[in-house]
T-cell receptor, first 113, second 113 residues
Framework: DAGITQSPRHKVTETGTPVTLRCHQT?????MYWYRQDPGHGLRLIHY???????DKGEVSDGYSVSRSKTEDFLLTLESATSSQTSVYFCAISDAGLAETQYFGPGTRLLVL | DQQVKQNSPSLSVQEGRISILNCDYTNSMFDYFLWYKKYPAEGPTFLIS?????DKNEDGRFTVFLNKSAKHLSLHIVPSQPGDSAVYFC????????????FGTGTRLTIIP
């Protein structure tokens, strides 16, 4: 299994509070991704990174920001959490940007009350 | 606008029989297709892929078929085993943005012993 960890694994927070999710990899892969999974929508790309300090928006980026100051860490921040951001968040990594080489982390379940 | 659709949310199949999961797409620029498998409380794992230059790809019990004219792909699992019970996502990417995947909504497959 690819070395990907996500923290926290579970979080409950209140509307309006900031939340930061962390993805950590030990594979030295160039690409890192944040997805959310929701019933009826499958997995949707939020943001991705193609290198340190290089990021781009995905399909559902509104309300989210990311940062990547080191190869191994990719942070997802909800500046002011809303109930619509209740979801399961997955981080993925890839070494060549090729679709089949995306390896996913175990997920973070976020509940915004 | 769901560019990748899996119209069957769930499917039940007897152990030993063939499981057929279907996926339709609308974006004619997609040229690479993948299937991911997901168990509860885990991240998705890559299963099998196919390039648009092929119409079939096989890996053990898993075969993916692509019908470009119909914008349709299917995953065949034969024989089905209890361990195949999971949620299956199809995904697609374009050559110009190969690092980004668009996922379908998923099909929950249950194998009945």
């Amino acid at each position: 299994d690819a070395g990907i960890t996500q923290s926290p694994r579970h979080k409950v927070t209140e509307t309006g509070t900031p939340v930061t999710l962390r993805c950590h990899q030990t594979e030295n892969h160039r690409y890192m991704y944040w997805y959310r999974q929701d019933p009826g929508h499958g997995l949707r790309l939020i943001h991705y990174s193609y290198g340190v300090k290089d990021t781009d928006k995905g399909e559902v980026s509104d309300g989210y920001s990311v940062s990547r100051s080191k190869t191994e860490d990719f942070l997802l921040t909800l500046e002011s959490a809303t109930s619509s951001q209740t979801s399961v968040y997955f981080c993925a990594i890839s070494d060549a940007g090729l679709a089949e080489t995306q390896y996913f982390g175990p997920g973070t379940r976020l509940l915004v009350l | 606008d769901q560019q990748v659709k899996q119209n069957s949310p769930s499917l039940s199949v007897q152990e030993g029989r063939i499981s057929i999961l279907n996926c339709d797409y609308t974006n004619s620029m997609f040229d690479y297709f993948l299937w991911y498998k997901k168990y509860p409380a885990e991240g998705p794992t890559f299963l099998i892929s196919i390039s648009s230059i092929k119409d079939k790809n096989e890996d053990g019990r898993f075969t993916v078929f692509l019908n470009k004219s119909a914008k349709h792909l299917s995953l065949h699992i034969v024989p089905s085993q209890p361990g195949d019970s999971a949620v299956y996502f199809c995904a697609a990417s374009e050559a110009s943005t190969e690092e980004k995947l668009t996922f379908g909504t998923g099909t929950r497959l249950t194998i009945i012993p």
